[in-house]
């Protein structure tokens, strides 16, 4: 009797036991699976034009930080750059959505043509912030190239705290490396900036050496989509003169 009894109570708790181990399982892969933060990059650029750098590098960038949408952000004019885009607002715009067509992932905003300059990307990532909520994190990407500006940008330490700025390796450039920054941001934002490194593929191209072939009569078809190397054809860009 008294033997029933122990092994009754101890299948019992072993019952008990495994359903709770069962219940905490299932329930964590639940909280996780449906609160996990959404991930948004926004990628923001002069795109004059877009060429097979900035969507072979974005979508690697994407895999690697598992975002659910990368949209690109054409820029009026930088407020660090003293020169305009050649290519007009309408046809940076239309030149994007060409290149990004095929890729589920890609949208591309209009957010930034449609302020009254200079736009900041502070302003864009609390904008966009502001739109997907607080569970969503805000990822803005960047090449290596743009590394030494940083500190001229408009509230970058906000900027730091604001999102995650993701630096890309960019060809021709050294790998991203923050810590000449520590005595100005301190170690906590450098090691967040180190820590948001991402090491894209090297694509040794660039929106001036396309604009110089074209002004130059130059192949490049290697350098951007096809659909886009059409709409420039089409409407006669980046003929008339070859910038440094
Ligand atoms: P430009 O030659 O006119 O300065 P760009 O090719 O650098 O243009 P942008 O539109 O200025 O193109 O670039 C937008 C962003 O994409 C920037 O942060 C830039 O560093 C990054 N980027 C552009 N091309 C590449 C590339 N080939 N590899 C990695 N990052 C890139």
Redesign the pocket.
């Known amino acids: 009797m008294k033997v029933s009894l122990f092994v009754n109570f101890f299948v019992g708790q072993s019952f008990l036991i495994s359903f709770i181990i069962f219940f905490s399982i299932t329930h964590s892969l639940a909280v996780n699976y449906f609160m996990a933060k959404r991930k948004i990059v926004l990628?923001?650029?002069?795109?004059?034009p877009?060429?097979l750098?900035?969507t072979?590098?974005a979508a690697a960038a994407a895999e690697r930080i598992g975002a659910e949408k990368i949209v690109f952000v054409p820029t009026k004019c930088?407020p660090l750059k003293d020169s305009f885009p050649e290519a007009g607002d309408d046809d940076r715009l239309k030149m994007i959505a060409l290149a990004i067509a095929g890729n589920k992932k890609f949208e591309l905003s209009n957010y930034e043509l449609k302020k009254p300059e200079p736009s900041y990307t502070l302003e864009t990532v609390r904008q966009f912030q502001a739109e997907y909520g607080s569970e969503t994190l805000i990822y803005w990407?960047?090449?290596?190239?743009?590394i030494d500006e940083l500190p001229r940008w408009y509230g970058i330490v906000e900027l730091i705290g604001a999102c995650n700025l993701c630096v890309?390796?960019?060809?021709g450039c050294n790998p991203p490396d923050f810590t000449r920054f520590t005595a100005i941001w301190g170690p906590e934002r450098v090691e967040k900036l180190q820590r948001n490194v991402i090491q894209?593929p090297?694509?040794?191209?660039?929106?001036?050496?396309i604009?110089n072939r074209l002004a130059a009569g130059r192949d490049v078809t290697n350098m951007l989509s096809s659909l886009v190397a059409d709409y420039i054809r089409k409407h006669n860009l980046y003929q008339s003169k070859v910038k440094p």
Do not use: C, N, P, Q
């Open positions: 990628f923001g650029g002069t795109f004059d877009i060429h750098g900035h072979t590098v930088s990407l960047m090449g290596a190239d743009s890309m390796f960019r060809a894209t090297l694509i040794d191209i660039s929106s001036t050496e604009r």
